[in-house]
Structures are given as structure tokens and as C-alpha cells.
């Protein structure tokens, strides 16, 4: 019985050694996950149709759905980030759910992936900021409102606010997905092992568990991806129209 | 005579719902078309249950975020400054402090972000 | 620092998912290893496939999937803003021709009751010509029936008074045997008619 962890570990497809290139079990569903989002929206859009079908539905409604989100979160200036939060959020979002497939493999559920991403976001959000205000950009750190004498210790905790974006966005996706994956595990060996102790009949709780655990998880793949977006739509607005 | 008066007006009933119709059907295209932002305030508050679980999901990582990169800093310049091990304790602090301001300002519905002041003060 | 790391992550997830972390926590421990998550030997290989997977995607979404969508939903607004457009054309036109018909009707409707009024006064004056007709009609037999009953009773009374005069006369001549003189027969035949009417 492989342990619940096991199911994260990270090994090259089909042997060999691990290197910084290595093709990899994570890599192999990252490559998926692209294949499987491009089809969705290619496929789906496939004949164009003015009355869509069901799949030209849902492709239109994702893209309508992070469409309206950089529009409530950001406004029009928010337009030239909208294939880049698409982007965002369809890898994500396919990663999660592909990767409640039995024996496929999360990418999300590892903290330099997430962390990337967020560090990316970041960055990016950092440098927008700079760039549109220079550095008047600094004057965000400023609490308004506050008396001088509290700049001090103010200033301090604005900046680790500031910079506990990228560490909360990371965290919160890969505690997330591995949390979830590994009570799912959890819950699949209490299965045999309980199963095993009283004549199958209790490991019937178990995989009840597992049927309602796998229900919260879709919702936590779509949630998980939503949040990562909306937050990173409510930077990009904190960086565009400094408050 | 009464039914000349009806002739072509005699579906009145009708055709004002069909304007009625035709003028919610044009409203709707140009709020589609027009679209916009519906302004710089914080995010609404929280509507549907998803979005709802996704609030209480973000709380606890805020804090545990702000607290780990408080840390990190003053471990930094602890490292830097050879003032081992006080400045890590007095940022420990800071990361608890700007943990609790961003939950203060998630459930105040200013979000986590940076600067954040109450929506009726923003347009200044 | 490693293990330092280590703890703070499974704090994190026992923080985020309620109950549920612990169990990994535990599990964690048990399993001794420490979280492949915390493998660096693969991090390499991880941060370049997904640099190169999300730039693929990225690029795939900008320049080829989501111009599609777009040039979808843009088609739709047009059709949708044109034949909003052609319907209230259409509408307009059926107001113009509404009130055409409605005006033709009003001046259809005020010729026919001229038609109307003009006939049913025709025929007034039509009765009313018959009725004076025939009232003269009637008028000239009722006088021609009044002469006829005047002469007829002129007639009458005549044959009466001779009558009368015969059997005067005779009653006299029964009464006194000899005839009667003609002229008192006839003052007295007077004086009755006169008295009796």
C-alpha cells in the first residue's frame, strides 16, 4: 500500500535520470493540460456557429466568464491582460480537474509550480505598477490616513502585506490540491483496511467518503482557479489605479 | 360600426408587450456592448455560496502567508545585520500585524490589497 | 531550514483544510519521507515545463483560440444589434401605415354616414310626400262620402214627409170620412216635423 504522499512524487517518464529538462510524470500532465484546454476552446469553436451548440457553450461562457471578471475587477484597462488571466486560469483550472483522474498527476498540488505562477503574477503586477506610475508606485506602501509617527511601524507591515501576495496565492492553490489529494488517498486505504478487518462491510463508509470528498474537490478545482484569478485581476487593478 | 373601430389596433394588448419586449431585448444588448466597470470599489460582497467558501478559504492563508514572509524578512536581515535573533522576532510581529490587517480588510470587503482604504473614501 | 519549511507547509494545510491536514500532517510523518513537494532535485525540470507549457498555452489561447470566441460573439452583437435595428424599422413602418389605414378609415367611416344621413332623410321626405298623398286621398272620400249621406238623407227625409202625408191623410179620411184638405195636412205635418225634430 503506497503511502499517501507517494502519489506526488515526481519521476521522469519511463525511467532514466532526473534532470533540469527531464520529461516527467508533472510534465507529461502540464502537456496534457494544454492539449485538453486547446481542444475544449479550438474544438468547441470548431463550427462557429451564431446558436451554439453545448460545447461552443461553454467554451464561449469561460471566455465570458474571465472576461467579465477583468471587467468588474480592473476595467477596460484590464482588456490587455485578458488572454494572459485566460490563460491563467484555464491551466489551472484543467490541471485540478485533470488531476482528479485516477493515477494522473497533479501539478498544482506542488509549491515551486504554484509559485512560479504567482511569482510570475507578481512580477508582472510589480512592473505594471512601476511602469504607469514610476515612482509614484511607492506611494501605495503609504497607509493614508495615518498619523507620521505611526509611518514607522506602518510602512513595514504594508510592505509584507505587499509582499505576501505571491506566498498567500501560492500557498492557498498547492495547500489546497494536496490537501485534498492526500485525505483523498487517505480515505482509499481506510478502504482496504478496514474493509479487510470486518468482511468488506466497512469500507463501504470509506469510499461514501471518497465519493462526496471527490464532489468537493471538482468545486475546489473550479475555486481554487477562480480565486488564483480574481486575485490576480485585483492586483492588476491595485496596480493600475493606485488608491 | 364598432368593428371599424377595431381594424389594425385591435391587437393594442399585444403590441405593447411586444415593445415591451423589443426595449428589455435593446437595454440588454447595450449593457453587453457597452460593458464598462462598474467602478473602483472592492469586490461585492461575496454572493454566491462558491464565492462564499472562497472568502473562508482565503482568510487562513493570509495570515499564515503574511506571518511566513514577516519571518523570512527578518531572518534576512538578521543574516545581514548580525542582529540575530531580534529583528526576525520584531518582524514576526509585523507578519502578525499585516496578517491581521488583511483578514481586517478581506472581511471588510477592501480586500487584501496594499493601501486599501474604505470604498467611500477612495474617489479622492 | 528545510524541515523548518517542511512543518510551516503542513501547518498551512491543516490551517486551510479543516481536520483533514492533520490526517496529512500525520501522514506525513508516518511516512517519514519528507514531501516529494520539497524535492529540489526536481524543481529544475518542473519550473521549465511549465514555462514552456504556459507559454505554449498562452500563445495558442492569444492567437488562435480566443480570436475565434471573440469573432464568434462580436458576429452575434452585429446580428443581434442589426435585427434589433430591422425591428424597429419594421415597427416604424407599421406605425405609418397604422395610422394611413386609420386615417382612411376615419374618412371611410364619415362618407358612409354621409351616405347614410342623406338616404335616411330621402326617404323622410319620400314619407312624408306619400303621407300628405294620401291624406288628401282620404280627405276627398271622406267628403264625397259626407255628400253621398247628405243626399241620401235628403232623399230619406223626402219619402218620409210623403209617407207621412199619405197616412195622414188616409188616418183622417178613416177618422172622418171625408178627405182631408191638403193644406192643413200639411201645416200640421210641419208643425209635428218641426216639434219632433
Redesign the interface.
Known amino acids: 500500500m503506497a503511502?499517501?504522499?507517494?502519489q506526488?512524487?515526481?519521476k521522469?517518464v519511463g525511467g532514466g535520470e532526473?534532470?533540469?529538462?527531464?520529461?516527467?510524470n508533472?510534465?507529461m500532465w502540464?502537456?496534457l493540460?494544454?492539449i485538453a484546454?486547446?481542444a475544449f476552446?479550438?474544438g468547441g469553436?470548431r463550427k462557429?456557429?451564431?446558436v451554439?451548440g453545448p460545447w461552443?457553450s461553454m467554451?464561449?461562457a469561460t471566455?465570458?466568464f474571465i472576461g467579465s471578471m477583468i471587467r468588474d475587477n480592473v476595467g477596460d484597462e484590464g482588456r490587455k491582460f485578458?488572454?494572459?488571466v485566460?490563460?491563467l486560469f484555464?491551466?489551472i483550472l484543467f490541471g485540478n480537474l485533470l488531476g482528479l483522474i485516477p493515477y494522473s498527476f497533479t501539478?498544482t498540488?506542488?509549491?515551486?509550480?504554484t509559485m512560479?505562477?504567482a511569482l510570475f503574477v507578481f512580477v508582472l503586477v510589480t512592473l505594471v505598477g512601476l511602469f504607469k506610475h514610476g515612482l509614484h508606485f511607492f506611494s501605495f506602501f503609504v497607509p493614508s490616513g495615518a498619523p507620521v509617527l505611526m509611518y514607522p511601524l506602518m510602512i513595514p507591515i504594508e510592505i509584507i502585506s505587499y509582499l505576501s501576495r505571491p506566498v498567500s496565492l501560492s500557498?492557498?492553490l498547492?495547500?489546497?490540491m494536496?490537501?485534498?489529494h492526500?485525505?483523498m488517498k487517505?480515505f482509499a486505504g481506510f478502504v482496504f483496511g478496514l474493509g479487510a478487518a470486518t468482511f468488506g462491510l466497512g469500507g463501504i463508509a470509506p469510499i461514501v467518503m471518497n465519493v462526496l470528498l471527490t464532489g468537493f474537490e471538482i468545486l475546489v478545482a473550479f475555486l481554487q482557479a477562480y480565486v488564483f484569478c480574481v486575485l490576480t485581476c485585483l492586483y492588476l487593478n491595485d496596480s493600475l489605479h493606485l488608491h | 360600426?364598432t368593428d371599424?373601430s377595431k381594424?389594425?389596433?385591435a391587437d393594442n394588448g399585444a403590441g405593447e408587450d411586444f415593445?415591451e419586449r423589443?426595449d428589455a431585448?435593446?437595454r440588454d444588448?447595450a449593457s453587453?456592448?457597452g460593458g464598462g466597470k462598474a467602478g473602483n470599489a472592492a469586490p461585492e460582497a461575496p454572493e454566491s455560496s462558491a464565492q462564499g467558501i472562497g472568502y473562508a478559504?482565503r482568510m487562513?492563508?493570509e495570515?499564515?502567508a503574511s506571518l511566513?514572509v514577516g519571518l523570512a524578512i527578518g531572518y534576512g536581515l538578521d543574516q545581514w545585520l548580525g542582529t540575530k535573533p531580534w529583528l526576525m522576532i520584531l518582524f514576526l510581529f509585523f507578519g502578525m500585524a499585516a496578517g491581521v490587517s488583511n483578514v481586517y480588510r478581506l472581511a471588510n470587503g477592501m480586500d487584501m490589497g496594499v493601501g486599501w482604504r474604505r470604498p467611500d473614501k477612495q474617489d479622492e | 531550514m528545510k524541515r523548518a519549511i517542511s512543518y510551516?507547509?503542513n501547518?498551512?494545510?491543516t490551517?486551510?483544510?479543516l481536520g483533514?491536514?492533520s490526517?496529512?500532517a500525520q501522514?506525513?510523518e508516518?511516512?517519514g519521507?519528507a514531501?516529494?513537494?520539497?524535492?529540489f532535485?526536481?524543481?529544475?525540470?518542473?519550473?521549465?515545463?511549465?514555462?514552456v507549457?504556459?507559454a505554449?498555452?498562452?500563445v495558442?489561447?492569444?492567437k488562435?483560440?480566443?480570436p475565434?470566441?471573440?469573432?464568434?460573439?462580436d458576429?452575434?452583437?452585429k446580428?443581434?444589434?442589426d435585427d434589433?435595428a430591422a425591428?424597429?424599422a419594421a415597427?416604424q413602418e407599421i406605425e405609418k401605415?397604422?395610422t394611413e389605414?386609420?386615417k382612411v378609415?376615419a374618412s371611410a367611416?364619415s362618407d358612409a354616414q354621409d351616405v347614410l344621413r342623406k338616404a335616411s332623410e330621402k326617404v323622410a321626405a319620400d314619407h312624408v310626400k306619400k303621407q300628405d298623398k294620401i291624406d288628401a286621398e282620404l280627405a276627398a272620400k271622406a267628403a264625397e262620402a259626407e255628400a253621398n249621406i247628405a243626399a241620401a238623407t235628403e232623399t230619406a227625409i223626402e219619402g218620409l214627409r210623403q209617407v207621412a202625408e199619405e197616412v195622414a191623410a188616409s188616418s183622417v179620411e178613416k177618422l172622418t170620412g171625408r178627405p182631408a184638405a191638403k193644406d192643413e195636412l200639411a201645416s200640421a205635418l210641419d208643425a209635428a216635423a218641426g216639434k219632433g225634430g
Open positions: 503511502g499517501p504522499l507517494e506526488f512524487v515526481i521522469p532526473m534532470s533540469s529538462v527531464a520529461f516527467t508533472s510534465s502540464m502537456v493540460t494544454i484546454v486547446t476552446m479550438v469553436m462557429r456557429a451564431l451554439p461552443q467554451a464561449e471566455y465570458e485578458f488572454p494572459f485566460f490563460t484555464m491551466f501539478f498540488s506542488h509549491i515551486i509550480v512560479a505562477m500557498v492557498r498547492f495547500a489546497n494536496m490537501a485534498g492526500t485525505m487517505v | 360600426m371599424g381594424g389594425p389596433n415593445a423589443l431585448l435593446k444588448q453587453r456592448l478559504l487562513g492563508t495570515m499564515v511566513l | 510551516a507547509l501547518a498551512v494545510a490551517g486551510v483544510v483533514g491536514g490526517v496529512a501522514a506525513a508516518e511516512g519521507a514531501m516529494p513537494q520539497l524535492d532535485s526536481t524543481y529544475p525540470s518542473q519550473l521549465f515545463w511549465l514555462a507549457t504556459f505554449v498555452l498562452f495558442l489561447m492569444w488562435v483560440a480566443l475565434r470566441v471573440g469573432d464568434v460573439i458576429m452575434r452583437a446580428k443581434i444589434t434589433l425591428i424597429e415597427t401605415i397604422s389605414i386609420d378609415m367611416r
